[in-house]
């Protein structure tokens, strides 16, 4: 009975961490770049691979998937038919991959429940080799969201702090930690979610409930950087731009993109607005996952248009941020949107 609660835990946290991905950020209203669809895909510069965590519509068995943005092929990029994995990012030397993951029980129905034989834990592949290292012990709970330093010696990631039903969308019961590779020593920074690498690894910026939160790694508590509106709805997906420069969140009413004007006191402004058209979602959007091209100058997002209250027709939408014009480059209406997530783009 402890174990099958502790699996229905699993699910409802992934659940939990896309359906509350709308609600935090309510932050000011104006739009700085109406987006409109792009009509001629060869006029649209966007390249590149997407990672993305994917199940089947009606299954919880996720596993790792590439989507090449030029072509939209999508093909499977999982470590084995013997593990269930989740958000997978690569390192900058493009020589290794991190990801969460669990061996699957075969005699688990993977249309009622996650089928991981174990609990989760934090894995580093070798991309030449494809040899694995396992990263993290049970104590760790869903360690997900893996990010590299700028020196890929170190990897922050966060878990959860605890198994309440209550709490499992709320960010304040998530922590941020860090692995060194060099040493295997494993850290833990504070409170919050989404860690993001200042562009000299000295900091990480968390996502709490009430805002933004900087830590330093060598240690001390975390410092609220930026206000936010604190709502019920609180687990959202956040991102940083590659050169560190640019900070993007999803909320209700698109993708916020800020520009970072200062680490060292931590300053930023809002410079765009990146939303679907009215045409195309005339009740609104959800936008879920943001993250940035290897350049920079565009953002991928998991969005799905409302209707009649429903969210329908999932896909994957990419952003040109300066024009805010857009194209879609992948249907995702097959696939349990409820366990999806962009996790890179290289």
């Not at 299954?59 to 989740?86: K, P, Q």
């Amino acid at each position: 009975m402890h174990d099958q609660s502790n699996r229905s835990a699993i699910i409802l946290i992934l659940v939990g961490i896309l359906v509350g991905a709308s609600g935090l950020f309510l932050l000011t209203s104006y739009v700085f770049n109406k987006a409109k669809q792009t009509p001629e895909p060869e006029v649209f510069g966007a390249t590149g691979t997407l990672h993305i965590s994917l199940a089947e519509r009606g299954h919880w068995d996720v596993d790792l998937f590439a989507l090449d943005i030029a072509s939209g092929e999508m093909r499977r990029n999982g470590v084995s038919d013997e593990y269930t994995s989740y958000t997978d990012t690569v390192s900058h030397d493009g020589t290794m991959r991190a990801f969460m993951a669990a061996p699957i029980d075969p005699d688990k129905d993977a249309s009622i429940e996650s089928p991981q034989a174990e609990p989760f834990e934090l894995y580093i592949e070798d991309l030449k080799t494809g040899a694995l290292t396992k990263v993290t012990e049970a104590a760790y709970r869903t360690p997900t969201l893996p990010q590299w330093s700028p020196n890929d010696r170190y990897i922050a990631f966060e878990y959860r702090t605890s198994d309440s039903f209550e709490d499992l969308v709320d960010n304040d019961t998530l922590a941020v930690a860090v692995y060194d590779r060099e040493t295997g020593e494993l850290r833990e920074i504070g409170a919050g979610a989404h860690p993001l690498w200042s562009p000299d690894g000295s900091k990480l910026l968390t996502l709490r409930s009430d805002g933004l939160y900087l830590y330093d790694v060598s240690g001390g508590n975390g410092k609220k950087v930026y206000e936010a509106v604190r709502t019920t709805s609180t687990l959202l997906k956040s991102a940083l731009s590659r050169d560190g420069s640019q900070f993007a969140i999803t909320n209700p009413e698109g993708v916020f993109v800020f520009r970072i004007t200062s680490w060292n006191d931590f300053a930023m402004e809002r410079i765009a607005t990146l939303a679907l058209s009215e045409e195309e979602a005339p009740e609104g959007a959800a936008y879920r996952w943001p993250v940035f091209s290897p350049d920079d100058t565009y953002i991928a997002v998991h969005a799905g248009v409302y209707a009649d209250g429903k969210r329908i027709s999932p896909r994957i939408t990419v952003f040109d941020i300066e024009t805010g014009e857009y194209r879609n480059v992948a249907d995702l209406s097959s696939y349990n949107n409820s366990v999806t997530f962009i996790s890179d783009w290289n």
